[in-house]
């Protein structure tokens, strides 16, 4: 029986996936709106079709199963790509039979309005926060500057997103998330002071595992506009480990939506209190140059194989992944991150890391 692994996106980003793939023998199915898409000349089968509509990829896979005369057999869906992908994961996989995640709990993820309002209902700790429609003109009753104001869905990572001091920055703030949202809300929130986190990892069995912990680097404009500058790992604080508590989170997290197989990143807010905030949660294996030149030198695994292995439900999560002090820094830009010169360093401690990151 020949094992199917269906990768959601075909461009230069997923290349490393289906190499990786293809090199642990799968047929690897790539799926791609874009007929030019670099990743279909790695694939054994393409399907011209977008990432964003379940139904055709499904009738399609059905079609080829069929001509396979029962040879071969769908076994996990890889994605790369935020945004309604997520939810096309989910729709595939249950109609394969694949175990991951609820296609009510993938919307509800995907969309931090819903996921804001799930957060409120089972007790997960967040930012307080007032959703707004485009059409609402009202003024938020979130009244005490700083305020986050962010689009509820955007296909973008900190596309959209403002920190807002006063009145007069409010309504530009507005629109700059309204121009990013494909939903048609914006998230009004109150502004947290502390350190940002990325929790990296995947559920099997229900389970969350995780890969490391990452140091975000943010910054933000004289307008108020937030951007990434990057990412280091994780070092351990001398009087608060927040790896354990972010792992008791997470796995909280994963058993209310149930998810059952899946990438599992989460981004956290840790205030001066040592108080944990969920931000946001991506149900995909990530980009930002994480995968082709980070994970490289800071992690002890080859990060692609795993993801393609925990997507198909067929390893075993490492006992032990070292992490070495290490960090991708981005330069500005307007383009997107992924298509952004950056420079990776690598250090023999944190602190080291710490003074070439400067």
């Not at 595939?92 to 296609?103: D, G, H, L, S």
């Not at 439900?313 to 490492?318: A, E, L, M, Q, V």
Request: hydrophobic share 40%; charged share 20%; glycine share 6%.
């Amino acid at each position: 029986m020949n094992n199917i692994l269906v990768c959601l996106g075909a461009g230069k980003s997923q290349i490393p996936v289906i190499r990786a793939a293809k090199h642990l023998d799968y047929i690897v199915v790539a799926v791609d709106r874009d007929n030019t898409a670099p990743g279909f000349g790695f694939a054994d089968v393409v399907f011209n079709l977008s990432t964003h509509e379940p139904d055709p990829i499904i009738n399609a896979l059905d079609g080829y199963l069929k001509k396979s005369k029962n040879t071969s057999h769908v076994t996990g869906i890889i994605n790369r790509s935020s945004g309604p992908p997520v939810v096309t994961a989910a729709k595939v996989a249950k109609y394969f039979n694949i175990p991951a995640i609820p296609t009510h709990s993938a919307e509800t993820i995907l969309n931090k309005d819903l996921l804001r309002q799930a957060c409120a209902k089972f007790g997960i700790p967040s930012p307080k926060f007032h959703i707004l429609n485009f059409k609402d003109k009202s003024k938020t009753p979130l009244i005490n500057y700083p305020l986050v104001i962010k689009p509820a869905l955007s296909l973008v990572g900190k596309s959209g997103v403002s920190i807002v001091n006063n009145d007069s920055q409010y309504t530009e703030a507005i629109s700059y998330a309204a121009n990013a949202s494909i939903n048609g809300k914006i998230l009004v929130e109150e502004f947290i002071s502390g350190s940002d986190y990325s929790f990296v990892g995947f559920v099997e069995d229900g389970f969350v595992q995780r890969v490391c912990l990452l140091e975000e680097i943010n910054g933000v404009d004289e307008t108020g506009k937030v951007y990434g500058r990057g990412f280091k790992t994780y070092s351990p604080l001398a009087d608060y480990d927040i790896q354990l508590e972010l792992d008791k989170l997470s796995q909280k997290i994963s058993s209310i939506f149930n998810i059952k197989r899946s990438p599992f990143m989460a981004s956290y807010r840790l205030d001066s209190f040592d108080n944990i905030y969920l931000i946001e949660i991506h149900l995909d294996i990530g980009g930002d140059a994480l995968i082709e030149s980070f994970f490289p030198i800071a992690l002890s695994i080859n990060f692609p194989e795993l993801a393609v292995k925990m997507a198909a439900g067929n390893t075993s999560f490492p006992e032990s992944i070292d992490v070495k002090p290490s960090a991708v820094i981005f330069n500005r830009g307007k383009e997107l991150i992924s298509d952004r010169k950056f420079e990776t360093f690598r250090a023999d401690s944190q602190e080291e890391l710490d003074i070439l990151i400067r």
